[in-house]
T-cell receptor, first 113, second 115 residues
Framework: SAVISQKPSRDICQRGTSLTIQCQVD?????MFWYRQQPGQSLTLIAT?????????ESGFVIDKFPISRPNLTFSTLTVSNMSPEDSSIYLC??????????FGPGTRLTVL | AQSVAQPEDQVNVAEGNPLTVKCTYS??????LFWYVQYPNRGLQFLLK??????LVKGSYGFEAEFNKSQTSFHLKKPSALVSDSALYFC?????????????FGSGTRLSIRP
């Protein structure tokens, strides 16, 4: 299994600012993903983070709003840009190897005022 | 298109009784199925998975799930519930083809175990 950590664990931000969330995996994983989750709700996939190339975004999510980096097989960042209160959510990082299990980080709880 | 459904938003069980959390899926071909649990203010924890082989899969914390191809179901079960099992449970299916790398999650079922 993979152990995934995220920083920060939570943050309170002002409208119009940006926040970068870091995701670190303790072993190399083939795939990394970023999800958004409202408390008590299901997960919505934002994008697949591709190593060395642009991320693949799901419908409704764009690179200008959620730029993603993945410089190597164990690290990725998600930036939430020009934040509004609607961006308040839990952001989860996930990693997997091939078709096997996806493991999740503890999440970053973001509140935008 | 692949999809997974959890028909119950909430399941309430008395401690010591058996529990079942229901999940049905729709996918072309052989499914990869997963159960995850999320405790309050925590990330998702992997419980168990079905890829191939025995229809009854055993996982963490005494949970098991039964794959039923004819009913396209993958219900989560535990013979004797604990109060500490109270959490949010997600069933998931891996996509196929161009979506093979992505997991599709159900809406979640909140399990409440009363003492």
């Amino acid at each position: 299994s993979a152990v995934i950590s995220q920083k920060p664990s939570r943050d309170i931000c002002q409208r119009g600012t940006s926040l970068t969330i870091q995701c670190q995996v303790d072993s190399q994983v083939t795939m990394m993903f970023w999800y958004r989750q409202q408390p008590g709700q299901s997960l919505t996939l934002i994008a697949t983070a591709n190593q060395g190339s642009e991320a693949t975004y799901e419908s409704g999510f764009v690179i200008d709003k959620f730029p993603i980096s993945r410089p190597n097989l164990t690290f990725s960042t998600l930036t939430v840009s020009n934040m509004s209160p609607e961006d308040s959510s839990i952001y989860l990082c996930s990693g997997s190897t091939g078709a096997d299990t996806q493991y999740f980080g503890p999440g970053t709880r973001l509140t935008v005022l | 298109a692949q999809s997974v459904a959890q028909p119950e938003d909430q399941v309430n069980v008395a401690e010591g009784n058996p529990l079942t959390v229901k999940c049905t899926y729709s996918v072309s071909g052989n499914p990869y199925l997963f159960w995850y649990v999320q405790y309050p203010n925590r990330g998702l924890q992997f419980l168990l998975k079905y890829i191939t082989g025995d229809n009854l899969v055993k996982g963490s914390y005494g949970f098991e799930a039964e794959f039923n191809k004819s009913q396209t179901s993958f219900h989560l079960k535990k013979p004797s519930a604990l109060v500490s099992d109270s959490a949010l449970y997600f069933c998931a299916v891996r996509g196929l083809g161009s979506s093979a790398s992505k997991i599709i999650f159900g809406s979640g079922t909140r399990l409440s175990i009363r003492p």
